[in-house]
């Protein structure tokens, strides 16, 4: 086998493989940007919690119409945002803070929305809703991926500047401008709509990966924010890519070998990058030479 027939053969002979790394890469290029901005807010970890979230949503949308793009993904995105509001809501009426809300209705949302999809479907099922199915994208899935990345990119592009403001100084951002809390409401619904994009091809366990992954692997070569989003875009694309070869070639589930390629690439960020732990300990007043 040589490298054309390698590298290129799978996506070029199958179309399946076509729609796969073409649903996959659209995600990257919408989801990187989210993720780096949920790094910076210090909300990696919600972006998880809002990834079980979408699940009760989902369900719904199965028992109503079965694995149907449409229903599954309205249902997905309204539990999440649904989600997300008691979440906020519970944090500003009470003393607990909004992670902590967050964990608990995730945790509620992920064993409703087994329970349900678990009524009528059978395991296969389940699975398919949990870890998704790269390698059965649709035309339909394809538009929804596609429509859910262009609304999320227009939508980043119009709240920029304050969405970079609130990860400074929320505070300050909401005593000078009455933008702080809508900013902060459309940017959770942006990263429920990631989440019910990403859900399609990566199911609700492994979607918030090629969300997070990348921009925590991009934090370690490059510091200015546009470049941030650029190279965990880019992080998430060669994921995408060679995640899918490697399924391809030792028959490995596509969804989570992109997100252990993703991984991979975090680990070699991590003692490798221009900011990760070897320069790092290089470059330290301990260790330089004199």
């Given at each position: 086998m040589n490298a054309y027939?390698?590298?290129?053969?799978?996506?070029?002979?199958?179309?399946?493989?076509t729609?796969?790394?073409?649903?996959?890469?659209?995600?990257?290029?919408?989801?990187g940007p989210v993720g780096v901005f949920l790094m910076l807010r210090r909300m990696s970890l919600s972006g998880d919690a809002m990834a079980h979230a979408i699940l009760p949503g989902?369900?719904?949308?199965?028992?109503?119409?079965?694995?149907?793009?449409?229903?599954?993904?309205?249902?997905?995105?309204?539990?999440?945002?649904?989600?997300?509001?008691?979440?906020?809501?519970?944090?500003r009426?009470?003393?607990?803070?909004?992670?902590?809300?967050?964990?608990?209705?995730?945790?509620?949302s992920l064993a409703l929305g087994v329970m349900l999809v678990s009524l009528r479907g059978s395991n296969v099922d389940l699975m398919h809703v949990l870890f998704g199915t790269v390698l059965a994208l649709n035309n339909?899935?394809?538009?929804?991926?596609?429509?859910?990345?262009?609304?999320?990119?227009?939508?980043?592009?119009?709240?920029?500047?304050?969405?970079?403001?609130?990860?400074?100084?929320?505070?300050?951002?909401?005593?000078?401008?009455?933008a702080g809390q809508p900013v902060h409401l459309?940017?959770?619904?942006?990263?429920?709509?990631?989440?019910?994009?990403?859900?399609?091809?990566?199911?609700?366990?492994?979607?918030v990966g090629l969300m997070m992954l990348p921009a925590?692997?991009?934090?370690?070569?490059?510091?200015?924010?546009?470049?941030?989003?650029?190279?965990?875009?880019?992080?998430?694309?060669?994921?995408?890519y060679l995640g899918l070869l490697v399924s391809y070639h030792w028959s490995i589930p596509s969804g989570?070998?992109?997100?252990?390629?993703?991984?991979a690439i975090y680990v070699g960020s991590l003692f490798a990058g221009a900011r990760g732990v070897i320069r790092t300990r290089m470059t330290s007043p301990r260790h330089r030479i004199a």
């Open positions: 027939e390698f590298l290129v053969g799978p996506f070029v002979q199958y179309a399946f493989m729609r796969a790394l073409v649903g996959a890469m659209i995600i990257a290029v919408s989801a989902a369900g719904v949308g199965f028992l109503v119409a079965g694995l149907q793009v449409l229903p599954m993904t309205i249902g997905g995105f309204a539990a999440g945002l649904i989600v997300a509001v008691l979440a906020g809501l519970v944090s009426l009470t003393i607990q803070r909004e992670d902590t809300s967050l964990a608990a209705f995730y945790l509620i339909d899935a394809l538009l929804m991926i596609g429509s859910v990345a262009t609304i999320s990119l227009v939508s980043l592009a119009l709240i920029w500047r304050p969405l970079f403001a609130e990860c400074l100084d929320p505070n300050f951002l909401r005593s000078v401008s009455g459309i940017f959770l619904a942006l990263v429920v709509l990631n989440l019910v994009g990403g859900f399609q091809a990566l199911g609700t366990l492994l979607a925590a692997a991009a934090r370690f070569w490059v510091r200015s924010l546009e470049a941030l989003c650029a190279v965990a875009v880019g992080i998430g694309l060669v994921s995408s989570p070998a992109i997100i252990l390629v993703a991984g």
